[in-house]
C-alpha cells in the first residue's frame, strides 16, 4: 500500500493564488517571486493563448516568474475569486472554474471575466507541473491594455 500525498491539488493551487495575490500588487522593487517559486516544479509548463500580449509557453519556475514580470506590468490585481473547483480524491489534475478579477496598472481599470484553468500538479512534492488557462474575453484584455 503506497504512503498518502503530502498535499491535494487543491491545497497546491491555493497556495499558488495566495502568493500570486501578493506579488501581482506588490510594486517592482518589493516583488518577492520565493512563494511562488516554491508551489512551480522546475518542469512545469505554462501555456497562455497566442492572443495575449504575453502569450507563450513558459517552463519552470524561471518561465513562470518571466510570466508573472509581465502580467504584473500590465496589472497591478491579478486575483482568481471564487473558484469552483473540480477534483477527484488522489488525481493529480483538477479544473477551476471562477472569476478572474483584473486591474490594468496603466489606466486603474477594473476587468473581471469568467475563467477557466486545467492546474496538473505533484501531490508528492507540493508543486504545479501544468497550467492552462483560458480566458473568457480576449478580444477586452487586449483592448484594455492599448
Not at 503506497?2 to 501581482?24: C, G, K, Q, W
Not at 510594486?27 to 501555456?47: K, N, V, W, Y
Not at 508543486?127 to 483592448?143: G, H, K, L
Request: glycine residues 4%; aromatic residues 12%; proline residues 6%.
Amino acid at each position: 500500500m503506497s504512503e498518502p500525498a503530502n498535499h491535494t491539488a487543491r491545497s497546491i493551487l491555493d497556495a499558488f493564488y495566495a502568493a500570486e495575490r501578493v506579488y501581482m500588487s506588490s510594486p517592482p522593487h518589493q516583488r518577492d517571486f520565493g512563494p511562488m517559486a516554491a508551489t512551480i516544479s522546475p518542469a512545469c509548463r505554462l501555456e497562455q493563448t497566442s492572443a495575449l500580449p504575453y502569450a507563450g509557453t513558459y517552463f519552470g519556475p524561471e518561465g513562470m516568474q518571466d510570466w508573472s514580470q509581465q502580467m504584473a506590468s500590465y496589472f497591478s490585481v491579478v486575483d482568481v475569486q471564487n473558484a469552483e473547483i473540480f477534483e477527484r480524491a488522489g488525481s493529480d489534475r483538477i479544473v477551476v472554474v471562477s472569476t478572474v478579477y483584473l486591474k490594468v496598472r496603466k489606466t486603474g481599470e477594473d476587468l473581471h471575466y469568467p475563467f477557466c484553468q486545467v492546474v496538473t500538479v505533484d501531490l508528492e512534492k507540493g508543486q504545479i507541473t501544468e497550467m492552462r488557462p483560458f480566458y473568457w474575453d480576449v478580444a477586452d484584455v487586449n483592448r484594455s491594455l492599448q
